[in-house]
Structures are given as C-alpha cells and as structure tokens.
C-alpha cells in the first residue's frame, strides 16, 4: 500500500485551543458568519471528504460568509495540471456550508484536492484555498485496504481540552494511513452540554474550551449546528479530515439520548419535548457538516452501502431512524425491529448482490451487548439484545431473521462493526453456544469511545450464543479520557490472500487484540 504522509502532533494546539480552557468562544465565531467581515471568503473550518468509492468522492467545506464553491484535483501537490469543479453557492440555508461531488477519478490513485471560495459577485475575487489528499478506492484487488473505525466524540462533558492536547486520538488514527474512516455514530452529544471545567477523581481539574451552543442542550437547528462546529476547533481532527476520507453514520446522541421516532421527552431540560422535531432540525445540520452521499436524497435517509472495490463493501445502517419505540422488548412478534421493514429488505438485497470479498456491516449498535434504556425510570432496552437468554424476542427477532438469511443464501465474508458502548471488545457468535441456532458463526468488534466518558463492559445476552473473547474496559463509569480507555479499530485487508486482520487499539495505537479472518466463509 501506499503511504500518505501525517504530520506529527503539535506540541500547542493553535489559535483558539492554545487560550485557557476556561475560554467561552464569542458568537460570532459560533454561529452564523458576520456579513460585516471584510476581504476574501475564509473557510476555517477544514475540508473533508466522504463515501469515497473507485471513482469518486465527496468535498465539503464551510465558508464565513456567502460564497461559490469550487474544488481543484491534481495528481501532484503542485496542482500543475488540475481539473476544476464548481459546486454550490455556499449561504444562510445550509449554514454556509457545501458539499461538490467529485466524478470520473480514477481508481486507487492519490487525489491532491483544494477549495477555493469565490466571492459570489466576483468570482476573481478568492479565499486562500484549503487543501486536502485523499486515495480512491482501488479496482484491482491484489492492492489490499486498510480502515479505521471508533465512535462517540466529546461525550458525557468530556470536550476539546487544551491540556490535555485536544483531540490526540486522531493523531496516532492518522499514523496508520487509513484508505478510509468509519465513524459509527454519536459524532457529537447534542444532548451533553460542556462546561469550562470537570473536578477529576484525583483532584485535578479537566478543563474544556467551550461555546455558547454546548452550554445547553441543542433544541434549535442553530444549536445543533453549534454542536458539529464545536467539534471542528480541533485542529487534530480537522487535519485528520483533510488527509483522511470518512465514512459517518448516526446514533442517539446526534438528537437525544436513546431516542427513537415519536418519542416525547419528560427530560425538563428540553422546552422542544417532540423528538420528531428535534431528529428533524439535527438530520438538517447532520446533512450540512458531512459529505454523506444519500442525504441528498428525498428522503435524506442515513444508510448506505459504500463500496471500496473488489475486496469491501461496507453496508451503513441507520438503527435509530426506522425502530420501533423502546420497551421492554420481549414481544413475540415485531415486524418493525430496529431496522424497519424497508432497511432489512435493503440490506438483505445489498448483501444478496455484493460481489465483494468481505461485507462489513456498520451497525451503530451492538447485536448481543445488553444496553438498557432507564432514562424514564423502566426497564427498557435500548439496543438489541435485552438479557433474556432463550429464544430470540423483541428487536431480536429481526437480527434473528437477517443470520438466517445470511446463511441460507450462501453470504460469506460477513463482519460486524460498531461503538456506543464506550469499551472495547471482540465476541464471536457461534450457534453450538446460542438459543437460536439457524446461522454460521461471526464476529462483532467493538470499539470507541474516541474522546468520550469510558464504561464498564456491558452484559451478554446467549440468544446468538456469544463469547467475549477480548475486552477491556474501566471498572468505574464515566472515567474521562485523562483516564484513558479510549480507543479506536483497524482492518486490514490483505490483497493477495484476501485475510482480513482485525486490531483493536488503544487511544496512542497500541495494540491490544489481534484477529485474522480467512475469506470465502459463510459466517466466520
């Protein structure tokens, strides 16, 4: 494989990080642009790019003010010989930020990219351009994939800390030289204000740059935008972005905690008590500050399948747009699950056509992880597995039904994914241990959070019969990321033997579980 280059971690984090973390940002910076600021379009905020394939990839960017965007590609950083895209005009209706599709790029090849913004009345006039890299998804197998995956980002008041470096985990993320990144939900915590300190069990102090929009819950779509802005004072994760193509699905907290459609909150922090308005105002900001290549769509859905060429497709679920309410989720029937009937007929469709060596599923939450919901005092269940270890139930049923599909149909090189329970581990489902016994053996990797409250590790439930195999987590909740217990994956996909290597590693690249996979099984 190829390397891109990343810089090392700076030893001060600049410009606004480098002031006290004690520091409220002003508005100005935080919300709309000011139309009274002179000179030349600015885009402070970074580029990114997403849902990269052979042949093409998204750009985003975030202007100051209103501006026409436009993208140059090159082979070579010079941008001697470089082709130019126009994108949209960047203003207040999607908080000045925009996204240009990029198509007819050729396949595993380094794409140098800069965007430029142009003053709308006079396009000569031009921002500085912001540059970024990226590498297409190649079309010839035997030049092998390497991708990072983690989740949960400034979560349970644990925010950009100037102390402690900011984001660092994104740094030793970058040392790797990812082909992509897939972040598996609760990009932000929009129901999780940030104050300008935390008492640390030891006496010590974390403290946080904060913002007038984190120091509340986000209700109005302005706070919600807020929210995705805050993350991107960091300069580790914007120079992350601009080196590393990502892959981004949601969970709860880009609303809510534990929401599901329909819900209407008893939290007295809200005055906004529809979770229907709310999932609304956030899917408009989630639109705006991601490259995500189905938002556009009229029905701005979430899942997707990406495909990376020859060795991986990876289908992205939405568990959280399409369920049924939380409860105690031990019915007999349910048609509806976590998926809704629609996703899982598009996910059986999608697995049933891909031609792709390994099918990663991207599932935003664990299959048999127990993670309770006792936000209004029952014993509800908030994922999928709810403790009972017979046959399946609730939710699971649909799980159960999507394994038996898998099997019968002969699909190999299935792997599941996902975060949001703040800890690491590795379980492997196999059905000689299991209740329900109509599927062939996988594995579910676990990782997160990447700066977020760490967790104790969470129940099993023997429905699909798993073994926690690896797992390290904190005994105590909560444990700030001074801690440590932070922690993100990696996959390697070998383009001669097509072994797919599972490492999971801890917040500076440490490796702390190893697994290989052998292709061409049905299960693993």
């Not at 030049?143 to 470096?165: E, H, K, M, T, V």
């Not at 935390?198 to 919600?224: C, H, M, Y």
Request: proline share 6%.
């Amino acid at each position: 494989m190829s390397h891109r280059p990343f810089p090392g971690r700076r030893s001060v984090l600049r410009g606004s990080l480098a002031a006290s973390a004690a520091l409220t940002l002003p508005t100005a910076l935080g919300s709309a642009p000011a139309f009274a600021l002179s000179g030349r379009p600015k885009a402070g905020w970074g580029v990114q790019t997403g849902d990269v394939t052979c042949d093409s990839g998204l750009v985003w960017v975030r202007s100051d003010r209103p501006a026409r965007m436009i993208v140059e590609t090159s082979a070579t950083e010079s941008f001697r010989k470089s082709r130019r895209w126009h994108g949209p005009l960047l203003g207040a209706d999607t908080d000045f930020t925009g996204t240009t599709r990029l198509r007819g790029l050729p396949s595993g090849e380094q794409i140098h990219y800069r965007v430029l913004l142009a003053d709308p009345d006079d396009p000569r006039r031009t921002g500085e351009p912001v540059t970024g890299r990226f590498r297409t998804a190649s079309a010839r197998r035997r030049d092998g994939i390497r991708f990072l995956w983690s989740g949960d980002l400034a979560g349970q008041g644990w925010g950009i800390n100037p102390d402690f470096g900011g984001y660092t985990i994104y740094n030793a993320m970058g040392a790797l030289d990812p082909d992509f990144f897939l972040c598996s939900g609760d990009n932000i915590y929009a129901d999780g204000p940030i104050t300008s300190s935390v008492a640390l069990p030891d006496g010590s102090t974390w403290r946080n740059i904060t913002t007038q929009e984190k120091s509340k819950v986000a209700e109005t779509l302005s706070e919600f935008r807020g929210n995705f802005r805050y993350n991107l004072l960091d300069d580790n994760l914007k120079r992350f972005n601009a080196q590393v193509p990502s892959i981004i699905q949601w969970d709860d907290h880009e609303v809510t905690n534990n929401w599901y459609p329909g819900e209407i909150l008893g939290d007295a922090r809200y005055t906004e008590k529809s979770v229907d308005v709310l999932a609304s105002r956030a899917r408009q900001a989630f639109s705006e500050y991601f490259p995500i290549s189905t938002l556009r769509r009229p029905d701005g859905r979430v899942y997707r399948t990406v495909r990376h060429g020859p060795l991986l497709d990876v289908f992205v679920l939405d568990m959280r747009t399409y369920r049924n309410a939380n409860s105690t989720d031990d019915q007999t029937t349910d048609a509806q699950g976590i998926l809704g009937a629609e996703q899982l007929k598009w996910l059986k469709g999608e697995l049933s056509r891909s031609r792709a060596v390994w099918k990663v599923i991207a599932s935003d939450m664990p299959l048999g992880l127990v993670v309770p919901d006792t936000g209004d005092g029952k014993p509800n269940i908030e994922a999928v597995a709810q403790g009972d270890p017979g046959a399946p139930l609730g939710r699971e049923l649909q799980i159960a039904e999507l394994l038996r599909f898998i099997k019968h149909r002969r699909i190999t090189g299935t792997v599941w994914l996902t975060a949001d329970v703040h800890h690491t581990s590795a379980q492997h489902y196999q059905p000689s241990r299991a209740a329900f016994t109509d599927f062939e053996p996988f594995w579910e990797f676990v990782s997160g959070p990447l700066n977020a409250g760490a967790f104790p590790a969470s129940a099993l439930d023997n429905t699909f019969g798993p073994e926690r195999v690896f797992v390290k987590a904190p005994t105590a909740s909560n444990v700030s990321p001074a801690g440590g217990y932070q922690f993100f994956g990696e996959v390697d996909i070998d383009g001669h033997s097509g072994e797919l290597t599972v490492r999971l590693r801890e917040q500076d690249g440490t490796v702390l579980f190893t697994q290989v996979l052998q292709p061409g099984r049905v299960g693993q």
